[in-house]
């Protein structure tokens, strides 16, 4: 299990040990944590899922992939360097304790 | 084990009529059942629904025989998969990002709005689904795709026999005939507009497809057009009749939606209560099973969304609009790769602009009487009319 931490637009924080191989969306999803969506199920066609990784953390959750690039211009937040569709990124053991932030609207 | 139960009662015409007391039950009794009239395996729970059109590999779009091939001359973004499928959607993508619908629309759909609730009458009774759901719908549609030279009416009338004609299983060639002429009358506009939307580049469907650094084909941009004209007018136009209907018939929770300025969450509440689009079909690619049926290759099963979207493991009185629900995890749009991807526009055109207009300006409206509204539909539904009294 890796911890994941989600830090909602509002300040609450919501701490959830998750089984690696999940993603941070369907993780969030999973435990009813409010501010992530995910409505197209992590095909990556809807953009509801951005998130913010924390700047620590975004060495070790790696490149946005190929077309995640295109879909986050369709986020309905501000897309910073630190965005990424939580689909896209998988729990490894590598990122035990990752913090994520949540934007203030995903649709 | 076992093949699912076969249904040899159930009729389309029923489903047309009312489909929910139906849905209500196979969810109860057997929610993986294939029903003989509609000659597809219906899935009616929220986890299988989901589950289906997450998987794209075992469960396919790519079935270029049916009806929507004639009905569009064309092999559509719809009904493909993968690579192919990702291509033509993210060709059109671009247009219809809610940052484009913001800082490109949002003033000229405001606009629009108040231009056609201005011209409603006061004091009489008034069809809200004919004069306002429907056209506004296609006004707005026929700027973002890039071809407001189209009137309302052909916008319409288009984006109808198109329907009709993807819908045409039956495949009567009278049908064929209407969206044929529906097609030519759509592609003489297009040739016509073409050169324009190069010149003058824009953050239209039609010009950022057209001047895309490697443009899709020549055909698959009229596809998407079409594609688009089908299934962008009907689904804004119903989903706004659904969700002036549940308001008015609800002025406790229309009273609190205005408190509250929740229009969002009563448009949310609205599709999940009735999806405008209701069902969808996937081709099975191999053998596989579902909620403990074997389930052949070469089948077709057709996700209900809109059973999914009451479906009581789901939801507290799903049958009822409610607008303050905790959770409304809908699937009216759909999820996978074919998740709807006119989404963003629809909920912020309905949701963000018309529905608080609406009310700003006529906050006395009322409907004539609940029981004149009449519903329709098994692919696509809403009402097909909604008398109301505006003051």
């Given at each position: 299990m890796v911890k994941v931490i989600y830090i909602a637009a509002d300040g609450t924080r919501t701490e959830i040990d998750a089984p690696e191989g999940e993603s941070v969306m369907r993780v969030a999803l999973a435990n009813d944590v409010e501010g992530i969506v995910g409505e197209c199920g992590g095909a990556m066609m809807c953009a509801t899922c951005h998130c913010y990784v924390e700047p620590d953390w975004a060495g070790r959750t790696g490149e946005r992939v190929s077309g995640e690039e295109d879909m986050l211009e369709g986020a309905a937040s501000e897309v910073t360097q630190y965005s990424r569709l939580s689909c896209q990124i998988p729990l490894t053991g590598?990122?035990?304790?990752l913090v994520v932030r949540l934007p203030e609207d995903q649709i | 084990m076992p093949l699912a139960p076969l249904d040899e009662t159930i009729t389309i015409t029923q489903l047309i009529d009312d489909p929910y007391p139906i849905y209500r039950r196979l969810r109860a009794e057997a929610p993986v059942m294939r029903v003989a009239s509609v000659k597809r395996t219906l899935l009616t729970k929220a986890d299988l629904t989901r589950a289906v059109k997450d998987n794209p590999l075992l469960?396919?779009?790519?079935?270029?025989?049916?009806p929507m091939r004639p009905a569009l001359r064309a092999h559509t973004l719809m009904r493909k998969d993968g690579p192919e499928h990702m291509a033509e959607r993210m060709a059109m993508m671009p247009a219809f990002s809610p940052k484009r619908i913001q800082t490109d629309w949002a003033p000229l759909y405001e606009q629009l709005a108040q231009d056609y609730i201005a011209r409603l009458p006061r004091g009489e009774v008034v069809d809200l689904f004919a004069t306002l759901c429907g056209p506004l719908a296609a006004r707005i549609l026929a700027h973002i795709l890039g071809i407001p030279e189209a009137t309302d009416a052909e916008m319409q009338r288009w984006s109808q026999r198109i329907i009709d004609g993807a819908g045409n299983f039956g495949w009567k060639p009278e049908l064929f005939a209407l969206s044929d002429e529906a097609n030519d009358e759509m592609d003489a506009l297009f040739d016509r507009l073409a050169p324009q939307r190069i010149a003058?580049?824009?953050?239209?469907a039609y010009s950022v497809m057209l001047t895309a650094a490697n443009p899709i084909p020549m055909s698959q941009i009229y596809a998407n057009l079409k594609i688009a004209i089908g299934g962008g007018i009907n689904e804004p136009r119903d989903a706004l009749a659904t969700v002036l209907f549940g308001l008015l018939d609800n002025p406790d929770q229309l009273a609190e939606v205005r408190a509250q300025e929740a229009w969002g969450k009563a448009f949310e509440e609205a599709i999940r209560w009735v999806a405008p689009i209701q069902v969808s079909s996937r081709l099975v690619t191999e053998d596989t099973e579902l909620g403990g049926f074997d389930i052949p290759k070469g089948e077709t099963v057709m996700t209900v969304q809109a059973s999914a979207n009451r479906d009581e493991d789901l939801y507290e009185n799903g049958e009822e609009f409610f607008?303050?629900?905790?959770?409304n995890p809908h699937q009216a749009f759909g999820n996978g790769p074919h998740h709807c991807a006119g989404a963003h526009i629809a909920r912020r055109t309905v949701g963000k602009i018309i529905l608080p207009m609406l009310f700003d300006r006529f906050p006395d409206m009322r409907l004539v009487d609940r029981d004149l509204v009449a519903w329709k539909g098994f692919g696509f539904r809403g009402p097909i009319n909604l008398p109301v009294i505006l003051n």
């Open positions: 590598a990122l035990d304790g | 469960f396919s779009s790519n079935d270029p025989n049916t003058d580049a824009d953050g239209t607008v303050f629900r905790d959770k």
